[in-house]
């Protein structure tokens, strides 16, 4: 597709819940990168793909959290048994690959609100 | 860990004046890239800077990259309301991947 596209927009769970978020990458963008931005400001980055494998997943919490990119299917965030802290809006972007990756625009989606109550 | 800051945090002026936001790192980037966030929205990529004192102008926006490549900032001329939102610096480096800064709200009052 033309832009990337997120979903759910909105995602409320209890504590202990598990929470799976999903992201379709524009068509021919080879990174993807996951963010959860919490207090509408600050972006912590969790972690980016190149392709179906992981780039970099240095900002992904250890327990709790994984993520997938697979062939032919959106990439996924998911989180194991939430926590109120968990709340925040997870941005997924994407990038076209490129020797000079990092001069790319990274384009994003419009977020998923993760609410856990 | 490469960090950046920026300042102020918050900015409220009135329609038609001019404004300055910093970005700063002790870091040095590949390349900077500058975003404005709308309230429900993702961050929308307004420049990519790159070379070390690299000055870009998109209408009444400029944008400067600093000489060492550490720091950035951007200028607004003739505020406009639509102008209003939170605005984004990001770093990257090669082998690194982007980092946020924490961002500046800024309000243009009409």
């Known amino acids: 597709g033309e832009e990337v596209a997120q979903t759910p927009k909105h995602l409320v769970r209890g504590e202990g819940q598990k929470a799976k978020l999903y992201c379709a990458p524009i068509k021919g963008h080879s990174y993807v990168f996951w963010y959860q931005q919490v207090l509408k400001n600050e972006f912590k980055f969790l972690i980016s793909?190149?392709?179906?494998?992981?780039?970099?997943e240095t900002g992904m919490p250890k327990e709790r959290f994984s993520a997938k990119c697979l062939p032919n299917s959106p990439c996924s965030l998911e989180i194991q048994a939430t926590k109120l802290e968990d709340s925040a809006v997870y941005f997924c972007?994407?990038?076209?690959?490129?020797?000079?990756?990092?001069?790319?625009?990274?384009?994003f989606g419009a977020g998923t609100r993760l609410s856990v109550l | 860990t490469q960090l950046l800051e920026q300042s102020p945090q918050f900015l409220s002026i009135q329609e038609g004046e001019n404004l300055t936001v910093y970005c700063n790192s002790s870091s040095v980037f590949s390349s900077l890239q500058w975003y404005r966030q709308e309230p429900g929205e993702g961050p929308v990529l307004l420049v990519t800077?790159?070379?070390?004192?690299e000055v870009k102008k998109l209408k009444r926006l400029t944008f400067q990259f600093g000489d060492a490549r550490k720091d950035s900032s951007l200028h607004i001329t003739a505020a406009q309301t639509g102008d209003t939102g939170l605005y984004l610096c990001?770093?990257?480096?090669?082998?690194?991947?982007?980092?946020f800064g924490p961002g500046t709200r800024l309000s243009v009052l009409p």
């Open positions: 990001a770093g990257a480096s090669y082998g690194q991947n982007f980092v």
């Open positions: 972007a994407s990038s076209q690959s490129g020797r000079e990756w990092v001069k790319n625009i990274q384009y």
């Open positions: 793909f190149q392709n179906e494998n992981v780039f970099d």
């Open positions: 800077v790159v070379t070390g004192g």
